[in-house]
């Protein structure tokens, strides 16, 4: 079965310094990997995917994520973060084929930017 | 392009009432609608998956007869809460994936309906 790990329920970090949300996965199949930004009493919205091909994949808002599939890993990273990041963020994983599986989510990680 | 609303956004109901939360594609056709549940500081778990004209798939541990999908067109589907209680309150997201949208695996996600029932 898949899973995912978010390794960190919350990572405080002051605004302009760099950040990584780790996440892991466990997969016996093709791996298709999502991040995903809530605001508060929002829903969803898509940063960045992993599909196939290159393993960095640049999403929106400055963000950036790197497909390992050694360390079954694809942690997020910004390098300088705003006080608009704060948010909470799902790493998912896709459960079956491309287009008919369904998403399991990681746990969340509540990033706080500080000024 | 690819937006999802959901209707209500919030819901304030007394016990044993029944609630419907609509969700609806806007601007594409989804052949698959989900239904996603959310408790504070948690992340979200999978109710169902329902695809247009047949019966929704419940998750393990969900209800059917409680929780009934109903996804009659390719741009509606609706969850409807029968008898609530105050342990089904909670932050309900759905979310929506159309054929040849984004290569057809990317799922588009509503706003959510924040239900509290009293």
């Known amino acids: 079965a898949q899973s995912v790990t978010q390794l960190d329920s919350q990572v405080p970090v002051f605004e302009e310094a760099p950040v990584e949300l780790r996440c892991n996965y466990s997969?016996?199949?093709?791996?298709?990997l999502f991040w995903y930004v809530q605001y508060p009493n929002q829903g969803l919205q898509l940063l960045l995917k992993?599909?196939?091909?290159?393993?960095l994949v640049k999403g929106i808002n400055g963000f950036e994520a790197e497909f390992n599939k050694s360390q079954t890993s694809f942690h997020l990273r910004k390098p300088s973060v705003h006080i608009s990041d704060t948010a909470e963020y799902f790493c998912a994983v896709l459960h079956g084929s491309s287009n008919t599986g369904k998403l399991i989510f990681g746990q969340g990680t509540t990033l706080q930017v500080k000024p | 392009g690819a937006v999802v609303s959901q209707h209500p956004s919030r819901v304030i109901c007394k016990s044993g009432t029944s609630v419907k939360i609509e969700c609806r594609s806007l601007?594409?056709?989804?052949?698959?609608m989900f239904w996603y549940r959310q408790f504070p500081k948690q992340s979200l778990m999978l109710m169902a998956t329902s695809n247009e004209g047949s019966k929704a798939t419940y998750e393990q541990g969900v209800e059917k007869d409680k929780f009934l999908i109903n996804h009659a067109s390719l741009t509606l589907s609706t969850l409807t809460v029968t008898s609530a209680h105050p342990e089904d309150s909670s932050f309900y997201i759905c979310?929506?994936?159309?054929?040849?949208?984004?290569?057809?695996?990317?799922?588009?996600f509503g706003p959510g309906t924040r239900l509290t029932v009293l």
């Open positions: 601007d594409f056709q989804a052949t698959t």
């Open positions: 997969s016996s199949v093709s791996v298709y």
């Open positions: 992993y599909l196939s091909g290159s393993t």
């Open positions: 979310s929506a994936r159309g054929l040849g949208l984004a290569g057809g695996n990317e799922q588009f």
